[in-house]
């Protein structure tokens, strides 16, 4: 494992591969930045968004779009210009748009959550195919994922303060039933961001765990892997044979004596991963 970008990011989240420009994206959400690594040339850029933003992901028309505290937007690298597609829980200013990944069907799901970390009043969403986003799913503080199984029929979301991984069956219309608890964690840390490998195993950062977990997909714990940080927030498999594991991580309330033992905290890590992931999916549909 290697850190690739010492960026001290506040709250770093997001990782997603980028296939048709090979670099990976990710946000920095307090500091309202999206980032782009392209690992073969060694670039790093950063881009500034106008508010906290949640995620980014590659859209078919070429662009990105952008969860941001309000709304979902699209996003031109060329112009760095941002653009207002859907407004999202406005009437919860308290609220701020979190984690998302697009299902192997092309459809966006991401999740809400309190910004204040304490209120039950975040909601998972799916973009629809007439631009509307409508809830799926519960609701919790703070959410995570989803994340889907290689065939897209189980969907796996996070509910990160009760420290709880809940699977569901998920219909060719979006549809979700068969809740069942897919896994607990226990001891220190809370689960983050969860993705998927091509084997259908769940990988999962946890927040101030100093590790990521590896589930199988009955959601027995088969793997861990330490970091030299505390707070690791989400991975992502990346490169051109989908081997390398990318994770990101966060710095944000870390005082003094904390950063100095953890001077990569906040860092865009990665190394080898045993397994490939899922080919990256872009969203195509209610853009």
Same mark, same amino acid.
């Given at each position: 494992? %290697?850190? !690739?970008?010492?960026?001290? #990011?506040?709250?770093?989240? &997001?990782? /997603?591969?980028? +296939?048709? *420009?090979? $670099?990976?994206?990710?946000?920095?959400?307090?500091?309202?930045?999206?980032?782009?690594?392209?690992?073969?040339? %060694?670039? !790093?850029?950063?881009?500034? #968004?106008?508010?906290?933003? &949640?995620? /980014?992901?590659? +859209?078919? *028309?070429? $662009?990105?779009?952008?969860?941001?505290?309000?709304?979902?937007?699209?996003?031109?690298?060329?112009?760095?210009?941002?653009?207002?597609?859907?407004?999202?829980?406005?009437?919860?200013? &308290?609220?701020?748009?979190?984690?998302?990944?697009?299902?192997?069907?092309?459809?966006?799901?991401?999740?809400?959550?309190?910004?204040?970390?304490?209120?039950?009043?975040?909601?998972?969403?799916?973009?629809?195919?007439?631009?509307?986003?409508?809830?799926?799913?519960?609701?919790?503080?703070?959410?995570?994922?989803?994340?889907?199984?290689?065939?897209?029929?189980?969907?796996?979301?996070?509910?990160?303060?009760?420290?709880?991984?809940?699977?569901?069956?998920?219909?060719?219309?979006?549809?979700?039933?068969?809740?069942?608890?897919?896994?607990?964690?226990?001891?220190?840390?809370?689960?983050?961001?969860?993705?998927?490998?091509?084997?259908?195993?769940?990988?999962?950062?946890?927040?101030?765990?100093?590790?990521?977990?590896?589930?199988?997909?009955?959601?027995?714990?088969?793997?861990?892997?330490?970091?030299?940080?505390?707070?690791?927030?989400?991975?992502?498999?990346?490169?051109?044979?989908?081997?390398?594991?990318?994770?990101?991580?966060?710095?944000?309330?870390?005082?003094?004596?904390?950063?100095?033992?953890?001077?990569?905290?906040?860092?865009?890590?990665?190394?080898?991963?045993?397994?490939?992931?899922?080919?990256?999916?872009?969203?195509?549909?209610?853009?």
């Amino acid at each position: 494992m %290697e850190c !690739r970008w010492e960026l001290g #990011a506040l709250l770093g989240e &997001g990782p /997603v591969w980028s +296939s048709r *420009d090979a $670099a990976l994206w990710f946000v920095d959400i307090t500091r309202h930045w999206l980032h782009r690594y392209d690992p073969a040339a %060694e670039t !790093r850029r950063t881009f500034a #968004a106008p508010g906290q933003c &949640g995620f /980014v992901l590659p +859209s078919a *028309d070429g $662009a990105f779009i952008v969860g941001i505290q309000g709304g979902l937007h699209r996003f031109d690298p060329a112009t760095r210009k941002f653009d207002l597609l859907v407004r999202v829980e406005a009437a919860l200013p &308290g609220n701020r748009l979190n984690d998302a990944v697009v299902d192997p069907h092309g459809y966006l799901w991401f999740g809400s959550m309190d910004d204040a970390e304490r209120d039950a009043t975040g909601t998972f969403y799916r973009l629809d195919d007439d631009g509307e986003v409508r809830p799926r799913g519960f609701t919790c503080a703070i959410t995570n994922g989803p994340a889907f199984s290689p065939d897209g029929r189980t969907g796996y979301f996070v509910d990160t303060l009760a420290r709880q991984i809940w699977a569901y069956d998920v219909s060719s219309k979006g549809e979700l039933t068969g809740r069942r608890l897919f896994a607990t964690v226990d001891g220190p840390g809370y689960p983050d961001g969860p993705t998927v490998d091509e084997d259908g195993h769940v990988w999962i950062g946890l927040y101030d765990g100093w590790c990521a977990r590896r589930y199988s997909p009955n959601g027995a714990l088969i793997d861990t892997v330490t970091f030299p940080v505390a707070n690791i927030t989400k991975l992502a498999f990346g490169g051109s044979d989908r081997r390398t594991l990318f994770a990101t991580t966060a710095s944000k309330n870390l005082d003094a004596d904390a950063l100095a033992q953890q001077p990569l905290a906040g860092g865009l890590f990665a190394w080898s991963a045993p397994v490939r992931g899922l080919a990256g999916v872009e969203i195509s549909h209610g853009i």
